[in-house]
């Protein structure tokens, strides 16, 4: 589904919603409207949208995760009647008699997504299952055109990484060459500016949150890492360049 623009979303991903029998969103309680729905709703109908929950902010109890996987797994599959082949818009699942269940994910369906979790234990639940995936529009992207940043170029690296288990994980990518991206750093702002000014890299970093949506946080090179920030915050530290194609 794209970081939450509804204009970032595929042809293809459009069309797979729209021929959907069913089409399920990942939830952490069943009366929220997640961004996946709020996503899904400017392209499908309503009425065929089911949301299924899931531990999405569970980092400690691995039991509580995994049974949360385990119940919305078989909620998918009695939707698929229990067998099928499947695509998706994130993506979907085709029984044998033609019902459609697509379930979808913001960003990427293979990029850090809730879905690795769902197809995993679907395919333990419904033998012969066949999963494919859409590719989706990622927040990286989605940032670096917001804010003029070019992610890579010539032979430059691009890292991605998750700031989830905190900042050391970025640390360790500033010290290395090229661009590098943190997703999902908005409880650690503090640990990731003490990073950024370690490595001497916080002048040319741009980060932003709710890219596209009526609360976009979109902040320029140079801009402090204050206060609460949202957990999906993306944040983009550019590779340093001298001239035109100095890196090829």
């Given at each position: 589904?794209?970081?939450?623009?509804?204009?970032?979303?595929t042809?293809k991903?459009?069309r797979?919603?729209?021929?959907?029998?069913?089409?399920?969103v990942?939830?952490?309680?069943s009366?929220e409207?997640?961004?996946?729905?709020a996503?899904v709703?400017h392209?499908?109908?309503?009425?065929?949208?089911?949301?299924?929950?899931f531990?999405?902010n569970?980092?400690?109890?691995?039991?509580r995760r995994?049974?949360?996987?385990?119940a919305?797994?078989?909620r998918?599959?009695?939707?698929?009647?229990g067998?099928?082949?499947?695509?998706?818009a994130?993506d979907?699942e085709?029984?044998?008699?033609?019902v459609?269940?697509?379930f979808?994910?913001i960003g990427?369906?293979?990029v850090?997504?809730?879905?690795?979790?769902l197809?995993?234990?679907?395919?333990?639940?419904?033998?012969g299952?066949?999963?494919?995936?859409?590719?989706?529009?990622?927040?990286?992207?989605?940032?670096?055109?917001?804010?003029?940043t070019?992610?890579?170029?010539g032979?430059?690296?691009?890292?991605?990484?998750?700031?989830?288990a905190?900042a050391?994980v970025?640390k360790n990518?500033?010290?290395g060459?090229?661009t590098?991206?943190a997703?999902?750093?908005?409880?650690?702002?503090?640990?990731?500016?003490a990073?950024?000014?370690?490595?001497?890299?916080?002048?040319?970093?741009v980060?932003?949150?709710?890219?596209?949506?009526p609360?976009?946080?979109?902040?320029p090179?140079g801009s402090?890492?204050t206060g609460?920030?949202?957990?999906l915050?993306?944040?983009?530290?550019?590779?340093?360049?001298?001239?035109?194609?100095?890196?090829?």
């Open positions: 589904m794209g970081p939450g623009d509804p204009e970032l979303v042809v991903a459009v797979v919603l729209r021929e959907a029998d069913v089409v399920v990942p939830v952490m309680d009366g409207v997640g961004r996946a729905e996503t709703l392209h499908a109908d309503a009425a065929k949208v089911v949301r299924v929950v531990a999405l569970e980092r400690e109890d691995r039991a995994e049974a949360a996987w385990d919305a797994g078989a998918v599959a009695e939707l698929l009647g067998s099928g082949e499947g695509e998706g994130g979907r085709r029984d044998g008699a033609g459609t269940v697509a979808a994910t990427d369906p293979n850090y997504s809730t879905f690795t979790y197809a995993h234990t679907l395919r333990e639940l419904v033998p299952l066949t999963v494919e995936t859409v590719p989706g529009i990622t927040a990286m992207q989605d940032l670096a055109a917001r804010s003029g070019v992610l890579a170029e032979t430059e690296p691009l890292t991605l990484v998750p700031v989830t905190g050391d970025l990518a500033l010290a060459p090229g590098v991206v997703y999902k750093f908005g409880r650690f702002a503090r640990q990731v500016a990073a950024l000014a370690e490595s001497g890299r916080e002048a040319d970093v980060w932003g949150a709710a890219l596209g949506l609360d976009q946080q979109l902040h090179a402090p890492l609460e920030l949202p957990y915050s993306t944040l983009i530290a550019p590779a340093r360049r001298e001239g035109r194609g100095g890196k090829l």
